[in-house]
């Protein structure tokens, strides 16, 4: 279900109490703050809260459109923290934000108690990376804030989750997993037109799964729902170029083209300005006699 020659892409509108998140118009990009020691690509870089503040006023500069906050490595292998640390690290982080951008902060948690509290401070959109897998009262906090809540697809979780990873076929079981997320999230009451889903790459996959999520991406479209892709710097594109984690921007960049071309709504990365011209020049070519609007 490739998008039309002329570039149509089906359009949402997401309620965020900063104002209506309209998605589809062009690719939004969200910047990645990982307020962490042990990220993959960041990880310690910005700990400090005033130069994660700083940072992500920086990307929002420099054309995000949304800045997502996170506080607990999601890296393969790393080990989980205490609900206590990971508020810790967010809470100062978004609060700081907050009162200073226009767009709005996602928060990248897969703790209820974290993103009840970031809402509370400033957050407007959740990022759940485990597909309301990991924490039930996930789905309760969506629906009573009316936030947007991104569904992400993860086979096992950060510590299990590269250990022989297998699929008979990798879209069609990505696909189901985020279908029934959907309706695990709506019997709690979450609108189900304020969920965006996430194919999940790197979160359970071999390098070849990878490739084929970002071939076939625009299958999800069958899910009816705003589609977010995270390939930044990812450990797949270090396997096809030979490229160390500081060397894989051409890669990425290959990466988003591709998903938008595939049909992605929304990018998640660490290079904003690149990807942001990316972006822009393949919506620009799906769409030729709009591209000034």
Known sequence: MMPSPNG???????????????????????????CTPDSFSDGGRFLQPAEAIEHGLLMAEQGADIIDVGGESSRPGADA??????????????????TRLEIPISVDTSKAQVAEQAIEVGAQIINDISGLGFDPQMPSVAARFDTPLIIMHIKGN???????????????????????????????????????????????????????????????????????????????????????IDQRMIGTLATVAVSVLRGAHIVRVHDVPAVRETAAMVDAILNPEGWAA
């Open 81 to 98: 923290i205490s609900p206590d640390e990971e508020l810790r690290r967010v809470i100062p982080i978004i609060a700081g934000l907050a």
């Open 158 to 244: 950060p510590r299990t989750m590269q250990q022989a990873p297998h699929y008979t076929d990798v879209i069609g079981e990505i696909i189901a997993s985020l279908r029934a997320g959907l309706e695990r999230a709506e019997q709690h009451g979450v609108d189900p037109h304020q969920v965006i889903v996430d194919p999940g790459i790197g979160f359970g996959k071999r390098v070849e799964d990878n490739l084929s999520i970002l071939n076939r991406l625009d299958e999800l479209a069958v899910l009816e729902r705003p589609i977010l892709i995270g390939t930044s710097r990812k450990s797949f594109i270090g396997a096809v170029l030979d490229q160390a």
């Open 8 to 34: 149509a892409r089906k359009r949402f509108e997401l309620r965020c109490r900063g104002g209506d998140l309209q998605v589809g118009e062009r690719t939004l990009v969200m910047g990645v703050l990982n």
